[in-house]
């Protein structure tokens, strides 16, 4: 899924009304696994001047890029951290690891041949599945406008659910974000 829907299931999710810190950290967790891919691209792009084709086809399969990936899309460590949370009893730790866990069990099925590895330390496996969020040579034509779907009713039950002006602006251009977002990965796949 794109980035932008994942903070937003994620703040659905695990957001709480009135509890800022809560809010935030599942917003977070939404973006945690992804952090990694663009910081990455951010160094490749704009400090190596690497090209973004080079990036998207070599860089992104490498296996130093994929460790990376391995790690912070990692099913079991992400499990680990929100049974603590449940635990120990944080909301704030459970709202980020749940949101980080959703992600994951979002892009689990929507990746084919993009797939990470997502049971690390155990192995290094990736499914490679037959859908796709983004191409349309699998089913990304039905995957890419339900996520907008979803992502603009999650939003309008968030607008209605809190109260806090600066979340309900948060929220709408998060919206943006995943609709330009979604637009791009259809016009250009």
Known sequence: MNTPAHLIFGAAAFGRPGHARVTAAALLGGLAPDLSLYLMVAWARLVSDVPARVIFDEYYFSDAWMAVFAIDNSFLLWGALLGLGV??????????????????????????????????????????????????????????????????????????????????VGMVLLLLAELGSSGIWRFVF
């Open 87 to 168: 635990w120990r009893r944080w909301p704030v730790v459970t709202a980020f690891a749940g949101a980080g866990l959703l992600h994951l069990a979002l892009d689990f099925p929507l990746h084919g041949s993009d797939a990470r590895p997502m049971f690390w330390p155990l192995t290094d496996w990736k499914f490679d599945s037959p859908f796709s969020y983004w191409d349309r040579n699998n089913h990304a034509g039905i995957f890419g406008p339900l996520e907008a779907g979803v992502s603009i009713c999650l939003t309008a039950w968030m607008l209605w659910r809190f109260r806090s002006i600066a979340l309900r």
